[in-house]
Every structure is written in C-alpha cells, then in structure tokens.
C-alpha cells in the first residue's frame, strides 16, 4: 500500500482558512479526531483504547513552517491558528496530521485576501 493510500483525503477531517491582512496570513485549522486518552471509560466500565494526533505538520508551498508533537492533553477535535509573515494570496498553506494508529490526514488552501 503506497503513502497516498495510507493518507485520508476527505475535505471532512480537516476545515480550514487562510487570509491574509497586511504582511500576516491568520491560518485556521479545525481538525475531526476523537483525542481519546486511553484512561476514559465507556458506558460498561471498559477503557476506550488511546487515539491521539502524534505528529501535526504546516506548509507552505511544499516548505515546513510548523512542526508539532501532540499527545493526550489536546481537545477532541482540536482547533489551531497560527500567523506566518512573507507568504501572499495564491500560495497554498497545507496541514497533514499522523495518529497513533497510523492515521492520518491532509488538507490545503489557497491564500486569500481578507475582507
């Protein structure tokens, strides 16, 4: 199985936006995942096993501008912004995350300009 079958391309994982204002782009990134710790029990006193975002990675136009190792402490459905200067409408802004199930996810966006 090849590294493209391995990644989920489905638009539904991860929403997001990228406006420039000035010489900032604002990138928001809203991410579908479970984020279970491992410790939480369901409703007939079972563990529910862990599934987490290990590895979280931005880019922009194929350069890596963010690189974040996550564990158990971040949210169900995480939301990240982040502000990167010297990028400009057109560019594309990419977000893939890797789970500790092997997992993962990806999504781009243009640049555009903000209101």
Do not use: C
């Not at 604002?26 to 369901?42: C, F």
């Not at 990675?57 to 995480?78: C, F, M, R």
Request: charged fraction near 20%; proline fraction near 3%; hydrophobic fraction near 45%.
């Amino acid at each position: 199985m090849g590294a493209v079958d391995m990644v989920e391309l489905i638009a539904d994982k991860i929403k997001m936006r990228a406006q420039l204002t000035g010489d900032i782009v604002e990138v928001k990134v809203l991410m579908s995942h479970p984020m279970e710790t491992g410790r939480r029990k369901n409703d007939i006193e079972q563990l529910i096993p862990a599934h987490f975002i290990q590895l979280l990675t931005a880019t922009l136009n194929g350069k890596t501008v963010l690189e974040a190792q996550w564990g158990t402490g971040i949210s169900k459905n995480p939301y990240l912004t982040l502000r990167l200067k010297g990028a400009k409408v057109g560019d594309v802004v990419e977000i893939i995350w890797h789970d500790n199930l092997g997992k993962s996810a990806v999504q781009s966006v243009i640049v555009t300009q903000a209101l």
